[in-house]
């Protein structure tokens, strides 16, 4: 190939090969040729996704990576991206720096829609895309950190200084400069400690790691049919083919199969993408060559069941099923002046995190010491689950697994159960690609809620009786905590004196359904709410929407203000599962030197919990590992900050957190299944084009009581993340029961846009999850502008619009046809 390649780092081939991510390079032209024809003469700059572009492509071009741009001396794109909070997992990052950067060698000074334009097609599940932006415009002379013209109608918090950035410079020759944030650090809006890395590509995550010698990689063969018997598994042509070692089957991991569903070999299979068995190679290229002439005999059984609907039909449940109560629902029923019943759905969603599952097992020290390298938020458990698959003494597994994650490229519930293989003396490898990583995993789980509500003429709620029904898929996996957590949050906002809660797993043919932020909070309550309406000018706005509706016949918009309420920690269906369910530990190290490194149990997965313990305790350096922070708590359920920094707080040396004392008797119906509650509440704007059921967020107000923020700037990211996730649960991302045809980016689609970012208010409080289902507002929305199209129709009367809320649903249920 002519041209200079400068950095092709490994970084490429790992998007350009395996993880189908969205790392894009720079492509720099140095002549024209046949390919590239239409572009300015004699040099032209594009950039290219790694995974699409074809090498033989490349002719007569240099090639420049995210290492290329900036590594010891850091690029203005990668600085500012970084320092306006951009880069939270980071896994998206280079992606986006090298769309901006070629941007800039065309156009140093672009304009909104030149860099919305160049963004185009980079996806991000953390962030919002907000502070992307905002980091981005700043090479725009013309505008001003928070002039985004779609969205903020007053100035948001000041989160970077614009001074403090590096002017765009083709030599480079400034170098990053230090912050100082005097004293005390808390409070502070720091940028994410791993921020630079990440948009420089250097961070490393677990398959960035250097390869061991003689490491074997493990690919796995997956059933193709939903419910059947396996009647065997001919493994002979696969231990042909050059570079196989061995096929790993049920005989071959002894002991008890913890969580089956996780592990190879069973005699029937319960789902399509149910693990069968596992074929390991001397490469990848040959485990998969393997794992295709793998011959496994089946024999359908009869009465798949994938649907709640199915399930609900042949009593398919998992136990135990719950129920609250208060009041006396049935005499309230005969006392009011009115009784609607009827049913909603609620779809499930992929988790979508970018970096996909991935774990390396290596062999040791002495004996049976093995290290674990792993992309999971769930440390402690992980060493557990992984416990079946290896041959030691039942009394020596956990001391003689040491469990290390560095970061995690997302996450969102979705890693919180792991498998790892080991074959005895060598260590291994198993990196899912994007299909296997949709296919074999579970989603959120798709709910069927049927209520019956009592009220009286003037509005007021006296009695509710709501059954919801969760897809929990082939296991119960996480569903008994999924289904409590609905009955815990079920009186959302209202106060209904008289309330009655049933909830159910159902047991089906599809991939395990799971924990993904914020499971089983479908709605919530009240607090920040009148400061809400307030904020959002929600009385002459809504009058002003009743005018734009009588004039638009075919456009539509809708408001709504809708609160929150949620618990944070996990309850006490979880401590079944996880005895440690609250509990985290740190060990610190203070050196000769003055260095300092601390060792927990908390996972860095984008919501800066590096970040903030090192505001709390002034820590240099970190390590997450169970060798030295044993038998903590998942960093979820919006609580490893809370607890992992209370382990660092309560004693700068050797320190454990017990956490709070949570607990909850379904018997009796009491206790407290959480730490606390955090509140919020929050305003949309939405038009809608009635004829095709498109969609825009033409305004967005959040207010959310987060209490004393650790860092401000990570948080109003993760409410922003947060919210537009669930942007995509509501209203665009659906995952049909079945089999799911749509395993990658082209087809499953994720938010995208970079116009729905909202104004915020913060005020520690765990903030992860809550703000997810201020992405129903817009779904809300959407239905108080369908009722104005159905009246606009001649229809009247209660009408049906489940979740997601997609522009054929909404163009159905808005009666234009
Ligand atoms: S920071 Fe964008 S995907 Fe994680």
Same mark, same amino acid.
């Given at each position: 190939?002519?041209?200079?390649?400068?950095?092709?780092?490994?970084?490429?081939?790992?998007?350009?090969?395996?993880y189908?991510?969205?790392?894009?390079?720079?492509?720099?032209?140095?002549?024209v040729?046949?390919?590239?024809?239409?572009l300015?003469?004699?040099t032209?700059?594009?950039?290219?996704?790694?995974?699409?572009?074809?090498?033989?492509q490349?002719?007569?071009?240099?090639?420049?990576?995210?290492?290329?741009?900036?590594?010891?001396?850091?690029?203005?794109?990668?600085?500012?991206?970084?320092?306006?909070?951009?880069?939270?997992?980071?896994?998206?990052?280079?992606?986006?720096?090298?769309?901006?950067?070629?941007?800039?060698?065309?156009?140093?000074?672009?304009?909104m829609? @030149? !860099?919305?334009e $160049? =963004?185009?097609?980079?996806?991000?599940?953390?962030?919002?895309?907000?502070?992307? &932006?905002? #980091?981005? %415009?700043?090479?725009?002379?013309?505008?001003?950190?928070h002039?985004?013209?779609?969205?903020?109608?007053?100035i948001?918090?000041?989160?970077?200084?614009?001074?403090?950035?590096?002017?765009?410079?083709?030599?480079?020759?400034?170098i990053?400069?230090?912050?100082?944030?005097?004293?005390?650090?808390?409070?502070?809006?720091?940028?994410?400690r791993?921020?630079?890395?990440?948009?420089?590509?250097?961070?490393?995550?677990?398959?960035?790691?250097?390869?061991?010698?003689?490491?074997?990689?493990?690919?796995?063969?997956?059933?193709?049919?939903?419910?059947?018997?396996?009647?065997?598994? @001919? !493994?002979?042509? $696969? =231990?042909?083919?050059?570079?196989?070692?061995?096929?790993?089957?049920?005989?071959? &991991?002894? #002991?008890? %199969?913890?969580?089956?569903?996780?592990?190879?070999?069973?005699?029937?299979?319960?789902?399509?993408?149910?693990m069968?068995?596992?074929?390991?190679?001397?490469?990848?290229?040959?485990?998969?060559?393997?794992?295709?002439?793998?011959?496994?005999?089946?024999?359908?059984?009869?009465?798949?069941?994938f649907?709640?609907?199915?399930?609900?039909?042949?009593?398919?449940?998992?136990?135990?099923?719950?129920?609250?109560?208060?009041?006396?629902?049935?005499?309230?029923?005969?006392?009011?002046?009115?009784?609607?019943?009827?049913?909603?759905?609620l779809?499930?969603?992929?988790?979508?995190?970018?970096?996909?599952?991935?774990?390396?097992?290596?062999?040791?020290?002495?004996?049976?010491?093995?290290?674990?390298?792993?992309?999971?938020?769930n440390?402690?458990?992980?060493?557990?689950?992984?416990?079946?698959?290896?041959?030691?003494?039942?009394?020596?597994?956990?001391?003689?697994?040491?469990?290390?994650?560095?970061?995690?490229?997302g996450?969102?519930?979705?890693?919180?159960?792991?498998?790892?293989?080991?074959?005895?003396?060598?260590?291994?490898?198993?990196?899912?690609?994007?299909?296997?990583?949709?296919?074999?995993?579970?989603?959120?789980h798709?709910?069927?809620?049927?209520?019956?509500?009592?009220?009286?003429?003037?509005?007021?709620?006296?009695?509710?009786?709501?059954?919801?029904?969760?897809?929990?898929?082939?296991?119960?996996?996480?569903?008994?905590?999924?289904?409590?957590?609905?009955?815990?949050?079920?009186?959302?906002?209202?106060?209904?004196?008289?309330?009655?809660?049933?909830s159910?797993a159902?047991?089906?043919?599809?991939?395990?359904?799971?924990?993904?932020?914020?499971?089983?909070?479908?709605?919530?309550?009240?607090?920040?709410?009148?400061?809400?309406?307030?904020?959002?000018?929600?009385?002459?706005?809504?009058?002003?929407?009743?005018?734009?509706?009588?004039?638009?016949?075919?456009?539509?918009?809708?408001?709504?203000?809708?609160?929150?309420?949620?618990?944070?920690?996990?309850s006490?269906?979880?401590?079944?599962?996880?005895?440690?369910?609250?509990?985290?530990?740190?060990?610190?190290?203070?050196h000769k030197?003055?260095?300092?490194?601390?060792?927990?149990?908390?996972?860095?997965m984008?919501?800066?919990?590096?970040?903030?313990?090192?505001?709390?305790?002034?820590?240099?350096?970190?390590?997450?590992?169970?060798?030295?922070?044993?038998?903590?708590?998942?960093?979820?359920?919006?609580?490893?900050?809370?607890?992992?920094?209370?382990?660092?707080?309560?004693?700068?040396?050797?320190?454990?957190?017990?956490?709070?004392?949570?607990?909850?008797?379904?018997?009796?119906?009491?206790g407290?299944?959480?730490?606390?509650?955090?509140?919020?509440?929050?305003?949309?704007?939405?038009?809608?084009?009635?004829l095709?059921?498109?969609?825009?967020?033409?305004?967005t107000?959040?207010?959310?009581?987060?209490?004393?923020?650790?860092?401000?700037?990570?948080?109003?990211?993760?409410?922003?993340?947060?919210?537009?996730?669930?942007?995509?649960?509501?209203?665009?991302?659906?995952?049909?029961?079945?089999?799911?045809?749509?395993?990658?980016?082209?087809q499953?689609?994720?938010?995208?846009?970079?116009?729905?970012?909202?104004?915020?208010?913060?005020?520690?409080q765990?903030?992860?999850?809550?703000?997810?289902?201020m992405?129903?507002f817009?779904?809300?929305v959407?239905?108080?502008?369908?009722?104005?199209?159905?009246?606009?129709?001649?229809?009247?009367?209660?009408?049906?619009?489940?979740s997601?809320?997609?522009?054929e649903?909404?163009c159905?249920?808005?009666?234009?046809?």
């Amino acid at each position: 190939m002519h041209g200079q390649i400068q950095h092709l780092s490994s970084g490429v081939f790992k998007g350009l090969v395996l993880y189908y991510t969205w790392m894009i390079y720079h492509v720099h032209i140095e002549k024209v040729n046949a390919t590239y024809a239409n572009l300015p003469s004699p040099t032209s700059h594009d950039s290219a996704n790694a995974c699409l572009l074809p090498v033989c492509q490349l002719q007569g071009a240099a090639v420049t990576t995210v290492e290329g741009i900036g590594k010891t001396r850091v690029h203005p794109v990668q600085e500012r991206i970084a320092k306006a909070h951009g880069s939270l997992c980071g896994f998206y990052t280079p992606g986006m720096v090298m769309s901006m950067y070629t941007l800039l060698r065309n156009k140093p000074h672009p304009t909104m829609e @030149d !860099i919305t334009e $160049a =963004l185009g097609g980079n996806l991000c599940r953390c962030t919002g895309y907000r502070p992307i &932006i905002d #980091g981005c %415009k700043t090479f725009n002379v013309f505008v001003g950190i928070h002039d985004i013209d779609c969205v903020f109608q007053e100035i948001p918090p000041q989160l970077f200084d614009q001074e403090d950035l590096l002017p765009l410079d083709p030599t480079q020759d400034l170098i990053f400069p230090q912050n100082s944030y005097g004293n005390d650090p808390v409070g502070r809006p720091i940028m994410h400690r791993s921020a630079i890395s990440q948009a420089t590509g250097e961070a490393v995550y677990c398959d960035d790691i250097p390869k061991t010698d003689g490491e074997l990689h493990l690919v796995l063969v997956t059933s193709t049919r939903p419910h059947a018997k396996i009647l065997d598994i @001919d !493994i002979s042509e $696969a =231990l042909q083919v050059p570079g196989v070692v061995d096929v790993i089957t049920s005989k071959d &991991i002894p #002991g008890k %199969k913890f969580r089956t569903f996780m592990y190879v070999s069973v005699p029937q299979v319960s789902c399509m993408g149910h693990m069968v068995c596992a074929v390991v190679a001397d490469t990848r290229k040959q485990a998969k060559r393997g794992a295709a002439v793998v011959k496994i005999g089946n024999e359908d059984l009869p009465g798949p069941v994938f649907t709640v609907e199915k399930a609900i039909e042949k009593q398919s449940f998992f136990l135990p099923q719950r129920m609250i109560e208060r009041g006396n629902v049935d005499e309230a029923f005969d006392k009011v002046d009115h009784i609607y019943e009827g049913e909603i759905r609620l779809g499930g969603q992929e988790h979508f995190y970018m970096e996909t599952q991935i774990m390396v097992v290596v062999p040791s020290g002495e004996g049976a010491q093995s290290l674990f390298l792993l992309s999971t938020p769930n440390l402690c458990p992980g060493t557990v689950n992984s416990t079946p698959s290896i041959s030691i003494p039942e009394d020596k597994k956990i001391s003689n697994m040491s469990c290390h994650v560095k970061r995690v490229g997302g996450a969102f519930g979705g890693k919180v159960t792991n498998v790892c293989h080991r074959l005895t003396g060598r260590p291994v490898c198993c990196v899912w690609e994007r299909g296997e990583d949709i296919l074999i995993t579970g989603a959120r789980h798709p709910v069927l809620g049927k209520h019956k509500v009592g009220f009286m003429n003037d509005g007021r709620i006296m009695a509710a009786d709501l059954h919801y029904y969760a897809n929990s898929g082939n296991t119960t996996d996480e569903s008994l905590l999924v289904i409590e957590k609905i009955l815990l949050h079920l009186d959302n906002a209202y106060n209904m004196p008289n309330l009655r809660g049933r909830s159910v797993a159902c047991k089906t043919n599809l991939p395990s359904n799971t924990a993904f932020r914020g499971f089983g909070v479908l709605q919530s309550i009240w607090s920040p709410w009148d400061e809400c309406k307030e904020k959002s000018d929600y009385g002459s706005r809504r009058k002003s929407i009743a005018q734009f509706n009588q004039q638009n016949r075919w456009k539509k918009r809708g408001m709504a203000t809708i609160p929150i309420k949620y618990g944070i920690a996990f309850s006490g269906g979880f401590l079944i599962q996880v005895s440690f369910a609250l509990q985290a530990a740190s060990l610190v190290h203070i050196h000769k030197d003055g260095s300092v490194l601390v060792s927990h149990g908390g996972t860095e997965m984008g919501q800066g919990i590096h970040t903030k313990m090192q505001q709390v305790g002034t820590i240099l350096s970190h390590l997450t590992n169970t060798s030295a922070g044993p038998n903590t708590c998942p960093s979820a359920a919006s609580f490893g900050t809370d607890a992992n920094d209370m382990a660092v707080k309560v004693q700068y040396c050797l320190g454990s957190s017990q956490g709070h004392d949570l607990h909850m008797d379904w018997e009796k119906q009491e206790g407290q299944p959480y730490a606390y509650y955090t509140y919020g509440a929050r305003c949309s704007k939405v038009e809608v084009d009635c004829l095709t059921g498109d969609y825009r967020t033409v305004r967005t107000d959040i207010v959310m009581d987060i209490g004393r923020s650790i860092n401000p700037s990570v948080d109003i990211s993760q409410i922003e993340g947060a919210f537009i996730q669930g942007l995509g649960l509501y209203n665009m991302e659906f995952s049909p029961s079945g089999v799911l045809y749509t395993r990658g980016p082209s087809q499953y689609k994720i938010p995208a846009g970079v116009c729905d970012q909202p104004l915020t208010k913060s005020s520690l409080q765990g903030i992860g999850e809550p703000v997810l289902f201020m992405g129903s507002f817009v779904f809300f929305v959407i239905k108080d502008v369908v009722a104005a199209a159905c009246v606009e129709a001649g229809m009247v009367g209660p009408f049906t619009l489940d979740s997601p809320a997609t522009p054929e649903r909404t163009c159905l249920a808005s009666n234009t046809f």
